[in-house]
């Protein structure tokens, strides 16, 4: 195995706080084990267009508590899905990674993102690359491990939200939906909700419809309780669209994810229909999710997992990912990862959920 010199990062898809944590990690592990780090800018398009910083202490000094990215990020992807088998293959720019790569003499890659990242990671693998794989989303949707970085900073943010909203809805006596983050998984809405005390709870994992939501918030008003909170998943599937998600037509990301809001609205406007007397407002959190700094649970994950990262590379460990399971931080394939993305909430969680509140 060729000696390991220089590492390079980069960071893929939506931001989370947390990751300059794992960059700084990254920083300061390498270091001492006399390895060289640059990052790539905007994810996979800067190894693609050779755009790169280096990164020493100074670079990452007072990054640990910002959220966001210090080297930027964005949905880049050097490979194309074939419409007609469902696979991916490699595009041009896939070679221009290559070429980047062997110039600038990077003999290990750390990429730190969601499935999408990661499966790009995993994909370069068959063409030489030694990658290493840090899972961030706050969706909490990535295979493998307990948790991903960001997703404890979403639920604080979220649970506050539902705090704040408390006040204005039994004020009011309003029904107020909140739309939170959760294409495919309702981590953020289930735990969210349960921690907010929400009284309904939508998420992907179980369709659901109008008349079943509408029928909670009379129970709650026959008992005297004059407001309700519904905390809904953006890839909520009601049952009346055939359990499809609520999605903006004609746009599509660069992996093939259509892009995803509006179920809030939507389930206002029906809710409207069923003649309660409460009236329905929404708020949809959207990127507020996402921004503001890491707690304190986010910024130790990271830098475990910034550590591992560098550590695994050192120890040929690649095309695998870090991974929380229970208190060890562990190194788990990245085929094993992808083949069980996305992770969707556990049995437990579901019936807390139901059993918890109305639903």
């Given at each position: 195995?060729?000696?390991?010199?220089?590492?390079?990062?980069?960071?893929?898809?939506?931001d989370?706080?947390g990751?300059?944590a794992?960059?700084?990690?990254?920083?300061?592990?390498?270091?001492?084990?006399?390895l060289?780090?640059?990052?790539?800018?905007?994810g996979?398009?800067?190894?693609v267009?050779?755009?790169?910083?280096?990164l020493?202490?100074a670079?990452?000094?007072?990054?640990?508590?910002?959220?966001?990215t210090?080297?930027?990020?964005?949905?880049?992807?050097?490979?194309?899905k074939?419409?007609?088998?469902?696979?991916?293959?490699?595009t041009?720019?896939?070679e221009r990674?290559?070429d980047?790569?062997?110039r600038?003499?990077?003999?290990?890659?750390?990429?730190?993102?969601?499935?999408d990242t990661?499966g790009v990671?995993?994909?370069l693998?068959?063409?030489?690359?030694?990658?290493?794989?840090?899972?961030?989303?706050?969706?909490n949707?990535?295979a493998?491990?307990?948790?991903?970085?960001?997703?404890?900073?979403?639920?604080?943010?979220?649970t506050d939200?539902?705090?704040?909203?408390?006040t204005?809805?039994?004020?009011h006596?309003?029904?107020?939906?909140?739309?939170?983050?959760?294409?495919?998984?309702g981590?953020?809405a289930?735990?969210?909700g349960?921690?907010g005390?929400?009284?309904v709870?939508l998420?992907?994992?179980?369709?659901f419809s109008?008349?079943?939501?509408?029928?909670?918030l009379?129970?709650?008003?026959?008992a005297?309780?004059r407001?309700s909170?519904?905390?809904?998943?953006e890839?909520?599937r009601?049952?009346?669209l055939?359990?499809?998600?609520?999605a903006?037509?004609?746009?599509?990301?660069a992996?093939?994810?259509?892009?995803?809001?509006?179920?809030?609205?939507?389930?206002?406007a029906?809710?409207e229909?069923e003649?309660?007397p409460?009236?329905?407002?929404?708020?949809?959190?959207?990127y507020?999710q996402?921004?503001?700094?890491?707690?304190?649970?986010?910024?130790?994950?990271?830098?475990?997992?910034?550590?591992?990262?560098?550590?695994?590379?050192?120890?040929?460990?690649?095309d695998?990912?870090?991974?929380?399971r229970g208190?060890?931080?562990?190194?788990?394939?990245?085929?094993?990862?992808?083949?069980?993305?996305?992770?969707?909430?556990?049995?437990?969680?579901l019936?807390l959920?139901?059993n918890i509140g109305?639903?």
């Open positions: 195995m060729p000696e390991l010199k220089r590492i390079g990062v980069l960071t893929g898809g939506g989370s706080p990751i300059n794992a960059i700084r990690a990254i920083v300061r592990r390498a270091e001492p084990a006399g060289d780090v640059v990052g790539f800018r905007d996979w398009r800067g190894p267009e050779d755009d790169l910083v280096p020493g202490r670079e990452v000094t007072g990054i640990l508590h910002i959220g966001g210090v080297l930027g990020t964005s949905r880049t992807n050097p490979f194309e074939d419409r007609a088998t469902g696979e991916w293959r490699a041009p720019k896939v990674i290559l980047t790569l062997r600038r003499r990077v003999d290990a890659l750390v990429a730190i993102g969601g499935d990661l990671a995993h994909r693998a068959a063409y030489g690359v030694n990658a290493v794989g840090i899972p961030q989303t706050i969706d949707d990535i493998g491990t307990d948790y991903a970085i960001g997703f404890h900073s979403a639920l604080a943010v979220v939200a539902l705090d704040r909203l408390h204005t809805a039994h004020a006596h309003r029904v107020l939906i909140v739309e939170v983050m959760g294409r495919d998984a981590w953020i289930i735990l969210g349960l921690a005390g929400a009284d709870i998420a992907p994992e179980e369709p109008i008349r079943e939501v509408a029928d909670a009379r129970q709650r008003l026959e005297g309780r407001f909170i519904i905390v809904v998943a890839g909520a009601p049952v009346e055939g359990g499809r998600q609520v903006q037509e004609g746009r599509v990301d992996f093939g994810h259509p892009q995803l809001g509006g179920v809030g609205y939507w389930l206002a029906e809710l229909k003649g309660l409460l009236t329905p407002r929404v708020t949809v959190l959207s507020l996402r921004g503001g700094v890491a707690t304190p649970f986010d910024r130790l994950l990271a830098t475990r997992f910034g550590v591992a990262a560098v550590e695994f590379a050192l120890a040929g460990r690649y695998a990912m870090t991974a929380l208190p060890d931080v562990v190194a788990v394939p990245l085929a094993e990862v992808l083949a069980g993305c996305p992770k969707p909430v556990g049995p437990e969680f019936a959920a139901r109305v639903r």
